[in-house]
């Protein structure tokens, strides 16, 4: 079987393009079937801080375990 990984940046984009499309009564359905409405505007809205939370993590990640490990050496 072939999966294919989504990252955290693409899962971002489609959380922004869906709210685009909820704002402008445009259906969106997820790759589970499921319909979003205006009324999932705030799930969406939750999501997409949570993936730039994560985002900002990653890119501040790199950065936090260099000067950590600069530190103990």
Not at 13 to 20: F, G, H, K, N, T
Not at 38 to 61: D, H, K, M, P
Request: charged share 35%.
């Amino acid at each position: 079987m072939n999966q294919t990984l989504v990252t955290n940046r693409e899962r971002l984009q489609w959380y922004l393009d869906a709210e685009r499309k909820i704002l402008r009564n445009q259906e969106v359905q997820t790759a589970d079937g499921e319909k979003m409405t205006f009324a999932s505007l705030a799930t969406v809205r939750r999501e997409i801080e949570r993936l730039q939370g994560l985002i900002s993590r990653e890119n501040q990640g790199g950065r936090r375990s260099m000067i950590r490990r600069n530190y103990l050496e």
